[in-house]
């Protein structure tokens, strides 16, 4: 699913370069603007277990699932054609991911579980007009969420990564938009060690988890 999106974005960029030179006049798309968001998610989670005999195993999971969100930010004028929005986004939605730590199984206790929740991610996103009311862009940004990890493991608060997408934005003279964008955040890699009372410190699981995304936004530039 993410190399898709990946092919997409890079197909994209030089679409973008190579409009430069064909697209009309921009339309006013310079100024602050605010909207809501609804998106569908899908985590892909990568990673390894390693038990008390150092025994490595590799596995793979994943979700779905469907968020909200609002999002605000300024765009900047570059000329006719071009523009760079600067903003953020806030997710306030959470979902739960188990890991195999390497536990006993004799007791809940060694059952481990990560929370994702209040997502926010900072950006800026260059863009281009190709008509007199629509726009194309990329986003580049930095994302964090934040984490509640249950289990006696590692008491991991934070997850940082950096998204990827690419966008278009339609917007009427009275100011409404819409957007449609899809992308990708590819987050850092993350490790959780065993405590010691369920789940032995020579017990660990590493993953890297990645999320590929679609979403579509309504709201106003004032």
């Given at each position: 699913?993410?190399?898709?999106i990946?092919?997409m974005?890079?197909?994209?960029?030089?679409?973008?370069?190579?409009s430069?030179t064909t697209s009309p006049?921009?339309?006013d798309?310079?100024?602050p603007?605010?909207g809501?968001?609804?998106?569908?998610?899908g985590?892909?989670?990568d990673?390894?277990?390693?038990d008390?005999?150092?025994?490595?195993q590799?596995?793979a999971?994943?979700?779905?699932?469907?968020?909200g969100?609002?999002?605000?930010?300024?765009?900047?004028?570059?000329?006719d054609?071009?523009?760079?929005?600067v903003g953020?986004?806030?997710?306030?939605?959470?979902?739960k991911?188990?890991?195999?730590?390497?536990?006993?199984a004799?007791?809940d206790n060694?059952?481990v579980t990560?929370?994702?929740?209040?997502?926010?991610?900072?950006?800026?996103q260059?863009?281009?007009?190709?008509?007199d009311n629509?726009?194309v862009?990329?986003?580049?940004?930095h994302?964090?969420?934040?984490?509640t990890?249950t289990g006696?493991?590692?008491?991991?608060?934070?997850?940082?990564?950096t998204?990827?997408?690419?966008?278009?934005?339609?917007k009427?003279?009275?100011g409404?938009?819409?957007k449609?964008?899809?992308?990708?955040?590819?987050?850092d890699?993350?490790?959780?060690?065993?405590?010691g009372?369920?789940i032995d410190?020579t017990?660990?699981?590493?993953?890297n988890?990645?999320s590929a995304?679609?979403?579509?936004?309504?709201g106003?530039?004032?």
């Amino acid at each position: 699913m993410t190399n898709k999106i990946k092919a997409m974005l890079y197909g994209s960029i030089i679409f973008l370069l190579t409009s430069m030179t064909t697209s009309p006049l921009m339309a006013d798309f310079s100024g602050p603007y605010a909207g809501v968001q609804m998106s569908v998610n899908g985590v892909e989670l990568d990673g390894s277990t390693t038990d008390s005999n150092s025994q490595v195993q590799n596995g793979a999971g994943g979700m779905f699932g469907i968020a909200g969100g609002i999002d605000a930010g300024w765009n900047i004028p570059l000329g006719d054609k071009l523009f760079l929005g600067v903003g953020g986004s806030l997710n306030p939605g959470d979902a739960k991911l188990s890991v195999d730590a390497g536990g006993s199984a004799n007791t809940d206790n060694s059952d481990v579980t990560i929370e994702f929740s209040d997502m926010v991610t900072w950006y800026v996103q260059p863009g281009i007009a190709i008509s007199d009311n629509s726009a194309v862009y990329l986003k580049f940004g930095h994302t964090s969420a934040d984490l509640t990890i249950t289990g006696d493991v590692t008491k991991l608060s934070s997850l940082d990564g950096t998204t990827y997408g690419i966008g278009t934005v339609s917007k009427a003279d009275s100011g409404l938009f819409i957007k449609t964008e899809a992308g990708w955040i590819d987050f850092d890699s993350m490790k959780l060690t065993g405590l010691g009372t369920y789940i032995d410190t020579t017990n660990s699981a590493t993953a890297n988890p990645t999320s590929a995304y679609g979403q579509v936004s309504i709201g106003i530039q004032f």
